[in-house]
């Protein structure tokens, strides 16, 4: 092969090598952007004799820089980020619930008791009594604010459960479309690092909202299923990804999956933010719920026991009247008191207007128990009981954030030793292949001279 040709190819690969620096450091700020690198490779065709120099040089091919272990790695790590997140949060909104004035439930009982104390100074006094009764509103609209910030807390999240399923639903699409882009790429030799940066982008996405197995097929593209095993992704075919209708209820977490024309239960575990909102509403929110409306009925049951019991009467002498009515679907929602007078709250127990018993042990229920979601307990303890257990989990799940903080921030320092660009290496780089261009440009004018020398010669 000719001196020319030679310096021709060496001026070609060079050329090459300096776009795709270029192509790195222009792209050096952009999330998710691979490096790549040029392979070059001496051309022998073994035509040339014992005298050959060789036929130059080509790029062999454009090399991503990648470690897959490392971006499995990264998009488990922004799962697990996503679920703490998602759950972080969550607690730190029933935290708050509780952390507010004027919706703590143990203030209301401290208000209600004393009134209760006090009327046994002068229980025929209708002043004492109208105290009883403002305390005892003023505890069920606790009741019902605390259910209700709960309940607004939890409709948040089921309507973040349905973005996120859309979201998933369109970025399953977005998969199945770079996968037939990477496959007709493939198909004809062209480069398909850039859509592999892509669906790395999309993979990294869908984890946030679920857990998802990989599988990389040799052409590039990917097959994508549940952690479970259930497919998403795979070939054509692309999964739909619902909400189960047929379950019921306003705080419904169970989702579907159709696939291929099949459709089945999602199965667990699920992971990311879905994951995180299954969880909360099932380990959490419900629970939470269900227990202040246990303490709502219990109390308001044993107050009003004691108030129609067959010794208590009014000021009247009449039979005593309940002073609590509820829902029994939602009792702490619903909590109120009747329309019972100040003069009809049945407080003696002896028929006497100037006896207290039944306000005496009325209050001393703030120190005796009462049947609470058929467990025998002081109010105060099932209250703090929420209180506590609200505080460790919130706490819990500060620390498990943190956790998935650093390892996330590990995960992409990991991937970005491999994969992102430096400016120093790329700057190196393009001044070795500016030289290597330069010298080759040289050997072509050399070659130019040598031939116009020749030609002049005759």
Same mark, same amino acid.
């Given at each position: 092969?000719?001196?020319?040709?030679?310096?021709?190819?060496?001026?070609?690969?060079?050329?090459?090598?300096?776009?795709?620096?270029?192509?790195?450091?222009?792209?050096?700020?952009?999330?998710?952007?691979?490096?790549?690198?040029?392979?070059?490779?001496?051309?022998?065709?073994?035509?040339? &004799?014992?005298?050959?120099?060789?036929?130059?040089?080509?790029?062999?091919?454009?090399?991503?820089?990648?470690?897959?272990?490392?971006?499995?790695?990264?998009?488990?790590?922004? @799962?697990?980020?996503?679920?703490?997140?998602?759950?972080?949060?969550?607690?730190?909104?029933?935290?708050?619930?509780? &952390?507010?004035?004027g919706l703590n439930i143990s203030t209301g009982f401290d208000e209600f008791f004393a009134a209760l104390d006090e009327s046994t100074l002068s229980p025929e006094s209708v002043v004492y009594r109208n105290q009883i009764l403002s305390a005892a509103?003023?505890?069920?609209?606790?009741?019902?604010?605390?259910?209700? @910030?709960?309940?607004?807390?939890?409709?948040?999240?089921?309507?973040?459960?349905?973005?996120?399923?859309?979201?998933?639903?369109?970025?399953?699409?977005?998969?199945?479309?770079?996968?037939?882009?990477?496959?007709?790429? +493939?198909?004809?030799?062209?480069?398909?690092?850039?859509? @592999?940066?892509?669906? =790395?982008?999309?993979?990294?996405?869908? +984890?946030?909202?679920?857990?998802?197995?990989?599988?990389?097929?040799?052409? &590039?593209?990917?097959?994508?299923?549940?952690?479970?095993?259930?497919?998403?992704?795979?070939?054509?075919?692309?999964?739909?990804?619902?909400?189960?209708?047929?379950?019921?209820?306003?705080?419904?977490? =169970?989702?579907?999956?159709?696939?291929?024309?099949?459709?089945?239960?999602?199965?667990?575990?699920?992971?990311?933010?879905?994951?995180?909102?299954?969880?909360?509403?099932?380990?959490?929110?419900?629970?939470?719920?269900?227990?202040?409306?246990?303490?709502?009925?219990?109390?308001?049951?044993?107050?009003?026991?004691?108030?129609?019991?067959?010794?208590?009467? =009014?000021?009247?002498?009449?039979?005593?009247? $309940?002073?609590?009515?509820?829902?029994?679907?939602?009792?702490?929602? +619903?909590?109120?008191?009747?329309?019972?007078?100040a003069e009809e709250l049945a407080l003696s127990e002896t028929g006497s207007v100037g006896d207290g018993g039944i306000a005496l042990a009325i209050s001393d229920f703030a120190n005796q128990t009462v049947t609470i979601g058929g467990v025998d307990?002081?109010?105060? =303890?099932?209250?703090?009981?929420?209180?506590?257990?609200?505080?460790? $989990?919130?706490? @819990?799940?500060?620390?498990?954030?943190?956790? $998935?903080?650093?390892?996330?921030?590990?995960?992409?320092?990991?991937?970005?030793?491999?994969?992102?660009?430096? +400016?120093?290496?790329?700057?190196?780089?393009?001044?070795?292949?500016?030289n290597a261009y330069q010298a080759n440009m040289k050997v072509i004018s050399t070659a130019s001279q040598m031939f116009d020398t020749v030609l002049n010669s005759f």
């Open positions: 092969m000719s001196m020319y040709s030679i310096g021709l190819s060496g001026l070609m690969a060079n050329q090459i090598a300096m776009n795709v620096t270029a192509q790195n450091t222009a792209n050096m700020t952009v999330t998710g952007y691979t490096r790549k690198t040029v392979e070059q490779a001496t051309v022998v065709y073994g035509g040339s &004799g014992n005298h050959g120099a060789g036929d130059g040089v080509t790029v062999a091919s454009i090399r991503r820089v990648s470690d897959q272990a490392a971006i499995n790695r990264l998009r488990l790590a922004g @799962q697990e980020m996503q679920y703490s997140q998602t759950y972080m949060v969550g607690m730190q909104g029933l935290e708050n619930i509780l &952390g507010m004035e509103k003023n505890l069920a609209a606790r009741f019902n604010g605390s259910m209700s @910030q709960v309940e607004t807390e939890l409709s948040t999240l089921m309507q973040s459960q349905n973005q996120s399923i859309e979201t998933l639903n369109t970025q399953l699409q977005n998969i199945a479309k770079i996968n037939e882009q990477i496959r007709a790429a +493939s198909g004809q030799g062209q480069d398909i690092s850039s859509l @592999q940066d892509a669906l =790395d982008l999309q993979l990294n996405e869908i +984890s946030k909202s679920v857990g998802v197995s990989v599988l990389t097929n040799s052409d &590039g593209t990917v097959e994508i299923a549940t952690k479970s095993g259930q497919p998403l992704v795979s070939g054509t075919n692309v999964a739909q990804i619902s909400l189960d209708s047929s379950v019921g209820g306003a705080y419904n977490t =169970d989702l579907l999956l159709t696939f291929n024309g099949q459709t089945v239960s999602f199965n667990n575990p699920k992971g990311g933010e879905l994951g995180a909102i299954e969880d909360l509403a099932t380990e959490q929110y419900l629970p939470m719920m269900e227990d202040l409306n246990n303490i709502a009925a219990g109390f308001a049951d044993a107050v009003n026991a004691l108030l129609t019991g067959n010794s208590a009467t =009014d000021l009247n002498g009449n039979p005593g009247q $309940a002073l609590f009515s509820y829902d029994p679907n939602n009792p702490a929602s +619903s909590l109120t008191i009747t329309g019972i007078t307990t002081n109010v105060y =303890d099932a209250y703090a009981k929420i209180i506590g257990y609200v505080g460790a $989990a919130t706490q @819990q799940a500060q620390n498990n954030y943190n956790t $998935a903080s650093i390892t996330i921030s590990e995960a992409q320092s990991a991937r970005d030793s491999i994969s992102a660009v430096s +400016s120093d290496e790329e700057a190196a780089n393009l001044l070795m292949y500016m």
